[in-house]
């Protein structure tokens, strides 16, 4: 079990968001309970950006964290690659039975 899981579902929606689209804005941050509990665990952090306070970024602990947690993978590339193809065939079987 990776320490995402461990985490629950809001951290990993708010680590996702930071890895793929990051940094973000605070009010952009798709969980701020998310966002809390992965600073906490030290998989993200408040950062400056151009001057400007209030932005969450992933740290490399982070980085890490999500590529183990899709797929084991060696780079980031290739977790959202194993992140996408799952959705992709889970809304396909909810497709199928519906």
């Known amino acids: 079990m990776s320490i995402l ?12 968001a930071l890895v793929e689209n990051g940094p ?3 009010g952009d941050v798709p ?5 809390d509990t992965l600073v906490v665990a030290g ?5 400056v950006v151009k ?3 209030g932005y969450q970024a992933a740290t490399l602990a ?3 964290a999500y590529r183990e947690h899709f797929g084991n993978a060696a ?3 290739e977790a959202t690659a194993f992140r996408k193809a799952k959705n992709a065939i889970s809304s396909a079987r909810h497709q ?3």
Do not use: F, M
């Open 5 to 16: 899981s461990q985490l629950g579902g809001a951290a990993i929606d708010t680590l996702v």
């Open 24 to 26: 973000l804005w605070d």
């Open 31 to 35: 969980s701020k309970s998310g966002r």
């Open 43 to 47: 998989l993200a952090s408040c950062i």
């Open 51 to 53: 001057g400007e306070d």
């Open 62 to 64: 982070g980085a890490a």
């Open 75 to 77: 780079y980031i590339r």
């Open 96 to 98: 199928s039975k519906g």
